[in-house]
């Protein structure tokens, strides 16, 4: 892993292409241009990059592997104008992400891993197992490819979830190493406040990223209102139980003052009841919050629930005084809930 990375200038900071640039006896200035070439402009080709000298261009094709570390094998568009990729990596694993406009916002949902070791009982990626963290230049290699082809009318790309395949928090190193590269001045320049991650509950890195102190959104993903249910659904809870998951977001709101916002998938007749909206709003008493409400993607067994009953469990929240919201349903027609695309390609295939 580490060495495919090396060979990846894309997953390189600013400062650190300086570095090697020094090394190789080139001016700062060209490691500068290379930068921008691959995250402000999104080249996919060493040989776009016209105002490098030959030399330099040569020696980057000939020493490292394209601006792009991965490869576009499927697309598929929805009525609604979510998009769904599936990308293929240098060692042919496969890793997907989704392009959901919206009226003037543009969102692209990444991988952090191919595949995820959590096994939540609902989640397609889950049940297809871990293969692998992805490197930072696979992480922004998403990114600068979606920005490569996105017409120039609409919304372009404005915001970035870490919804897609795996858990980012797991991929601690290289998702923030991606993060600084995303929002990088002299690259993409996207806003802190326009990227969010969402974790499964690793309360341990919530800390940890707490104490970065960063402007960076943070989702993290509940599910269900007590430990009993928590661990089926979600077996990190047994490591994380939500006690000390919700200590983990106090603290992290001591430290930035900033909103989480909790995910909450309704499963018809698993976690959708009266009694689990009162158990749910008791947890979140207090909180600065925002919660989420998913009718569940039904990818497995389960199902979601009727409209009035999602009404209803969002009627008792809202009367205690928690922002609540119930997320719109989009690009079901291409199978765009996280890990879906992957298995119907390898069913296919
Ligand atoms: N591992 C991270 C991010 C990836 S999943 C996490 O767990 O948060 C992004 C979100 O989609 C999570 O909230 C996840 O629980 C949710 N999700 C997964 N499968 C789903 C399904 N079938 N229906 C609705 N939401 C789902």
Not at 77 to 93: A, M, N, P, V
Request: hydrophobic fraction near 40%.
């Amino acid at each position: 892993m580490e060495n495919m990375d090396r060979l990846h200038v894309a997953g390189l900071r600013r400062e650190e292409l300086e570095i090697l640039f020094a090394e190789l006896g080139w001016p700062r200035f060209r490691a500068r241009q290379l930068f921008h070439w691959i995250h402000h402009r999104a080249a996919s080709d060493f040989t776009q990059m016209h105002n490098l000298p030959k030399a330099i261009v040569e020696y980057l094709a000939e020493n490292y592997l394209s601006p792009l570390a991965l490869r576009l094998v499927l697309e598929r568009r929805s009525i609604d104008g979510t998009i769904k990729y599936l990308f293929e990596l240098r060692d042919q694993h496969t890793i997907e992400a989704v392009y959901i406009p919206e009226d003037d916002r543009g969102t692209l949902c990444v991988s952090a891993q191919v595949g995820c070791a959590m096994n939540c009982s609902f989640c397609a990626t889950g049940q297809s197992g871990y293969v692998r963290n992805l490197s930072p230049a696979e992480i922004v290699s998403q990114v600068n490819f979606v920005r490569s082809i996105l017409p120039q009318y609409g919304p372009g790309l404005t915001n970035i979830v870490f919804m897609g395949m795996g858990e980012p928090f797991a991929n601690f190193e290289a998702v923030m190493k991606a993060i600084d590269i995303i929002t990088d001045e002299e690259g993409f320049n996207l806003g802190q406040r326009r990227i969010t991650i969402s974790t499964c509950g690793l309360a341990d890195k919530i800390r940890e990223f707490a104490d970065l102190k960063s402007q960076v959104n943070l989702a993290v993903s509940l599910h269900a209102p007590d430990n009993e249910r928590r661990t089926k659904m979600m077996p990190i809870n047994k490591r994380f139980p939500i006690e000390e998951l919700l200590d983990a977001c106090r603290y992290y709101t001591y430290q930035t003052n900033r909103r989480i916002s909790f995910e909450y998938a309704l499963i018809a007749g698993i976690n959708d009841s009266v009694q689990d909206a009162e158990q749910l709003a008791a947890l979140l008493q207090g909180m600065l919050c925002h919660l989420n409400l998913i009718p569940v993607n039904p990818v497995t067994s389960f199902d979601r629930p009727s409209s009035e009953q999602v009404e209803r469990f969002q009627r008792i929240l809202a009367a205690v005084g928690i922002p609540v919201s119930v997320r719109r349903e989009r690009g079901t027609d291409i199978e765009a809930a996280c890990g879906q695309l992957r298995q119907v390609h390898r069913k296919n295939t």
